[in-house]
């Protein structure tokens, strides 16, 4: 496979997964989550990984953050390895994860707080930020008032506000209407340029997945490992009605397709062995 233009420019990667392995254990039973999953990922790379529900892209992620170790194998963020979550290393959850009690400002400063920097500092930053997305006029709203795309924005900023060079992004739009995700994917295709994250992003949309990454990980379904990796090496903004688009999008589909009735039958064979 042609190593895409960042790859070869590169040097070494800022993250090293190798061989690793997530055996969840509880009650005798064991879930093989990942196994022998090796990626390299490189400074300013947006990498989207690509697989059907259960086949342990959030078990990935959570390990790239800190928040789960594997059993087997490792990981390295620079030449560290991984083994707490870390201020290089920002997670943006699906659900909402904001605090309820807390106003759009106060959600995103909440990480500044933690680096206990001076009050005027952090209400700069936040301020800039809030400009940035958008959000500033909504500064002083509760996350209950706002609509899921506003919410998702302000995890964003949250992310965005700890400054951390890699973001970690978990199915973020996988409860957003059509129209609000797509706007979503230009605001992160924007971020991700303008202050030059590397951005591994979690989605099980094909579409999705072309029209963001430089790379796509395809994963296996359970357990989870590399199937394929597809680079996209096409400029921005990508139009998803062009035949390499449609063309790219096929053979995803067949690959992730492939990986969906793997799991079909698997499920089929879990319920026949529990009649
Ligand atoms: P995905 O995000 O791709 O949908 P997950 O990483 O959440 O998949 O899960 C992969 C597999 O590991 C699933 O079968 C799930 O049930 C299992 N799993 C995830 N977390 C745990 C856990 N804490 N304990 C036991 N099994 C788990
Ligand atoms: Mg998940």
Request: proline fraction near 5%.
């Amino acid at each position: 496979m042609e190593p895409s233009i960042k790859e070869q420019s590169a040097g070494s990667p800022v993250l090293r997964i190798d061989r690793v392995e997530k055996i969840f254990r509880s009650d005798g039973r064991e879930i093989a989550a990942l196994t022998d999953f090796s990626l390299d990922i490189y400074q300013g790379e947006f990498i989207c990984i690509l697989g059907p529900s259960g086949c342990g892209k959030s078990t990935l992620l959570n390990a790239i953050a800190g928040f789960t170790h594997p059993t087997a194998g490792s990981l390295m963020a620079g030449n560290k390895t991984i083994s707490t979550p870390g201020p290089d290393r920002a997670m943006v959850f699906q659900e909402y994860a904001l605090f309820p009690w807390m106003t759009v400002a106060q959600n995103v400063a909440f990480g500044l707080k933690i680096k206990r920097l001076a009050r005027e500092v952090v209400r700069a930053q936040v301020d800039t930020l809030l400009h940035k997305l958008q959000l500033f006029d909504f500064r002083d709203r509760f996350p209950k008032d706002l609509s899921g795309g506003m919410r998702q924005r302000v995890a964003i900023a949250r992310a965005l506000a700890l400054d951390s060079p890699m973001l970690l992004m978990d199915e973020p739009f996988g409860a957003l209407d059509a129209l609000t995700r797509s706007s979503l994917q230009d605001e992160v295709r924007r971020i991700w340029m303008e202050f030059k994250k590397t951005i591994i992003f979690v989605t099980h949309s094909i579409q999705e997945s072309i029209y963001l990454a430089d790379r796509v990980v395809v994963m296996t379904y359970r357990p989870g490992t590399v199937k394929k990796i597809v680079p996209v090496n096409i400029p921005h903004p990508r139009d998803m009605s062009s035949p390499w688009f449609v063309s790219l999008q096929q053979e995803l589909t067949e690959l992730v397709t492939e990986e969906q009735m793997r799991s079909q039958k698997a499920e089929e064979n879990i319920a026949r062995i529990r009649q």
